[in-house]
Structures are given as C-alpha cells and as structure tokens.
C-alpha cells in the first residue's frame, strides 16, 4: 500500500533493529530492511506482512562495504519509494584497543558508525 510511510532500518535482522520493524509495522507503515543476513531479514519480512499487512523491502547489504551505503540508497530508489523515517541502528563493537586492532578492522568499524549515518 503506498499511502503508508517508509522507514528505512538499519541492522533490522535481530534484537533492536527487528523490535523496531515490528513497532513501526505495528503503527502501520512499510519497512525497509536492511543487515547482512538475508534469511533473517526474509523471516521478519513474512512475520510482518502475516501480523500487520506491512510491505517489506529486504536489502541485504553490509555498511562495512565501501559501497554499502549507496548500494542500499540504490535499492531504495528501485522500489520507487520516499523514505519517510529511518532508525539507524546498525554498530558493532571492536574488542581490545585502537593500537591492539587491525586498521581494517578499525576501516569497516568507521564506515559502520560513523560514514553510513552521515
């Protein structure tokens, strides 16, 4: 139903991110999910349709990715939708230090936090 609004959240495949899709379902909008495992997000997706009557957008991408923030933009523009809210609430954390840490490590983990919101 395109007269619902869209939002797009990010790291939707479990814990908050999944608790945000079902409470945005629940208020009656359609939900773009996006996070690195595909099965989890198609689960959700059917969870959410059967439950609320929710169109579902799966984007599985990892914001690690250089190119993963364009790549979910990219798929937004395919549904032909305006994203109305977003959630942003991909992250991770690195253990250990900054010097005990590998710099592509510390690389992914910036894009995550810091380039993807921006």
Known sequence: MRDRPLVL????????GAEFARQY?????????TARRAERLKTLA???KT??????Y?????????????AILD???????NVDGLVNNA???????????????????LRVLYTAPV
């Open 25 to 33: 379902a629940a208020r009656g909008w359609d939900v773009a999910l």
């Open 75 to 81: 798929a937004v523009e395919r549904t032909g939708r």
């Open 58 to 70: 799966l984007i599985a991408q990892d914001l690690a990715a250089p190119d993963g923030v364009s």
């Open 9 to 16: 959240i990010t790291g939707a495949s479990a814990g908050i």
């Open 46 to 48: 059917n969870d959410l």
């Open 91 to 109: 992250g991770y954390g690195l253990p250990g230090t900054f010097f005990n840490t590998d710099w592509s490590d510390q690389a992914d983990f």
């Open 51 to 56: 439950e609320y009557g929710t169109q579902a």
